[in-house]
């Protein structure tokens, strides 16, 4: 019997704005662990880190694992052809994924075991992805894999994270070309993580399959924690995303509205209310919504969050909290508030839409 249901491999750094990074997952990087039980990889490299196992939820297990080199791709496959066979059976899935991304970890195990079979070979990706690196190419050609790069062959692989079954481990593990291979990419200091396990796959014949319960973009609205299907999104950090990084913690603390006077008076007049929403004054586009406390807007597809601002408007944005609306036109009780797109037909950002859209409260 495995030790561990998901085992995270996790390349971090100290430097800069990346110790920001790992002090940021360890609060909302694995969130909703349950029962599962977790262990993660945190692959270090040659600087010093100060107490990495600190900070962690309490039920996961936290491995240092060290590296001379800095370089991510390299610690990475250094680290994964230094497997053992025991190695590859410790854990049900192994999930190589960074520290920019957020995680309902109990929802992505339930997925995982519901979609998938960690008894069979799988290799899990977000999503299909064509581009070849040369690094890898000019390895497997030395390796004897030319036929590999004649036409209409794609060698698919994932893009910002993956997760291997128990099994397509072991053989990985148990296959000494693949390990080889990994081990030899594991010396170039370039390049990109993203390409050679699906090559080192592809060597023991498995192949990549998407998983609609992952995505690589900041995907809040449709997150698994606010009742969507998403259980692993992507490029949330403070450093690259601070608008989704800052809406993501709002919505886990429920703390959608700002404190002055007329925000904290619109909060207390559309929170757990159901309205009718109308997009377009014209007559089309008409909804029936339910502004939930964890900012999510039930009933709507194009937009799917909801907070008031600071200056007392309302915000309506995208699942990746892209704005879109702005109702800043409000009555005397609240109860019917209009607003204005910002977004042109083609859906792009800070362009005016002549459509009205307007709320309008049911009781």
């Known amino acids: ?36 039980k977790v262990r993660v990889d945190l692959l270090v490299g040659p600087e010093v880190h100060k107490n990495p196992k600190e900070g962690w939820p309490n039920t996961v297990d936290v491995n240092i694992i060290t590296d001379r080199n800095i370089q991510e791709t390299s610690k990475i496959y250094n680290y994964l052809s230094s497997f053992k066979p025991e190695d590859s059976i410790r854990s049900r899935w192994f999930a190589k994924f ?16 519901l ?40 060698l698919w692989h994932e893009l910002e994270g993956s997760i291997v079954s128990q099994a397509a481990m072991k053989r990985i593990v148990e296959n000494k070309t693949a390990m080889n291979f990994m081990k030899e990419r594991s010396k170039i200091l370039e390049g990109y993580s993203d390409y050679c396990l699906a090559c080192a796959s592809r060597i023991c014949k498995i192949y990549p399959s998407d998983a609609y319960f992952l995505d690589k973009n900041p995907q809040i609205g449709n997150f698994s924690m606010f009742g969507g299907h998403l259980a692993h999104i992507h490029t949330i950090s403070h450093d690259k995303t601070p608008h989704a990084f800052d809406l993501l913690q709002r919505m886990l603390n429920k703390k959608m509205h700002s404190s002055n006077g007329q925000g904290k008076q619109l909060y207390e007049n559309i929170l757990n209310k159901d309205f009718v929403f109308n997009r377009d004054s014209a007559g089309g586009g008409i909804a029936m919504i339910h502004l939930n406390p964890n900012g999510i807007i039930e009933g709507s597809y194009d937009e799917r969050i909801w907070h008031i601002t600071d200056s007392g408007t309302l915000e ?13 036109n409000f009555d005397d009780d609240f109860k ?27 009781a």
């Open 316 to 328: 309506f944005l995208a699942s990746d909290g892209t704005l879109r609306i702005v109702f800043d």
């Open 1 to 36: 019997m495995s030790e561990y249901d998901l085992e995270l491999i996790l390349p971090v750094s100290n430097r800069d704005k990346y110790a920001q990074r790992l002090f940021d997952f360890k609060k909302c990087g694995l969130l909703n662990i349950k029962d599962k």
């Open 115 to 154: 979609e998938y079979d960690h008894k069979r070979e799988y290799y899990v990706v977000t999503e299909f992805r064509q581009e070849q690196h040369r690094y890898e190419d000019d390895l497997l050609r030395k390796m004897g894999f030319e036929r590999w790069f004649r036409q209409k062959n794609t």
């Open 98 to 113: 960074d520290d920019d991304s957020v995680n309902d970890v109990s929802h992505l195990v339930n997925m995982l075991d």
């Open 336 to 362: 019917m508030i209009q607003g204005y797109f910002i977004f042109d037909k083609k859906g792009k950002n800070k362009i005016i839409n002549p459509a009205k859209p307007f709320i309008r409260r049911l």
